[in-house]
T-cell receptor, first 113, second 110 residues
Framework: DGGITQSPKYLFRKEGQNVTLSCEQNLNHDAMYWYRQDPGQGLRLIYYSQIVNDFQKGDIAEGYSVSREKKESFPLTVTSAQKNPTAFYLC????????????FGPGTRLTVL | EDQVTQSPEALRLQEGESSSLNCSYTVSGLRGLFWYRQDPGKGPEFLFTLYSAGEEKEKERLKATLTKKESFLHITAPKPEDSATYLCAVQAPNDYKLSFGAGTTVTVRA
């Protein structure tokens, strides 16, 4: 089955710790994205990558970092510099071209203790 | 800056009671408008893409329409399993990013 997987489903972090969220896709999509979702707000873009070894900041990149060493993988690190990291994190991917539907993973809920 | 506004924020329907959700947008040109369904604690599920004014798409009890300034998602004779949050997003030309609205949470009572 083709799809996007995210792990872990739930993650708890102590203040001052860095944590890394995993996102893997086997859809052979070129582009991958990380969004943050807070209650009552739309999805906000953190980072995106259109090709391996290249990525761009989204609207709320401060306190986050990413890498794109493989086409299938786009991990997100939430650093201690992120002041309010408790949220639902969603990874998405899309094939570049005319039809640009983004397909989403199941999400990771991060809670800072 | 692209803006997407969805209304109402919440919608409570009786089973079989048809209704519509609104998505108003401002974007410099429109590459595509996307509708997603999201269940609690899960990732959004793709429903439709609309590209130009006048376009319509249907899937089971859902029908999406598009004008130059807004899109409507019509739910015909809804069932309890249609309860979810429906998200709208737009994409500008030459841009791979999507701008999302806050969503409309639909609750269908049996």
């Amino acid at each position: 089955d083709g799809g996007i997987t995210q792990s872990p489903k739930y993650l708890f972090r102590k203040e001052g710790q860095n944590v890394t969220l995993s996102c893997e896709q086997n859809l052979n999509h070129d582009a991958m994205y990380w969004y943050r979702q807070d209650p009552g707000q739309g999805l906000r873009l953190i980072y995106y990558s259109q090709i391996v070894n290249d990525f761009q900041k989204g609207d709320i990149a401060e306190g986050y970092s990413v890498s794109r060493e493989k086409k299938e993988s786009f991990p997100l690190t939430v650093t201690s510099a992120q002041k309010n990291p408790t949220a639902f994190y969603l990874c998405a991917s899309t094939q570049t071209g005319e039809n640009n539907e983004q397909f989403f993973g199941p999400g990771t809920r991060l809670t800072v203790l | 800056e692209d803006q997407v506004t969805q209304s109402p924020e919440a919608l409570r329907l009786q089973e079989g009671e048809s209704s519509s959700l609104n998505c108003s947008y401002t974007v410099s040109g429109l590459r595509g408008l996307f509708w997603y369904r999201q269940d609690p604690g899960k990732g959004p599920e793709f429903l439709f893409t609309l590209y130009s004014a006048g376009e319509e798409k249907e899937k089971e009890r859902l029908k999406a329409t598009l004008t130059k300034k807004e899109s409507f998602l019509h739910i015909t004779a809804p069932k309890p399993e249609d309860s979810a949050t429906y998200l709208c997003a737009v994409q500008a030309p030459n841009d791979y990013k999507l701008s999302f609205g806050a969503g409309t949470t639909v609750t269908v009572r049996a």
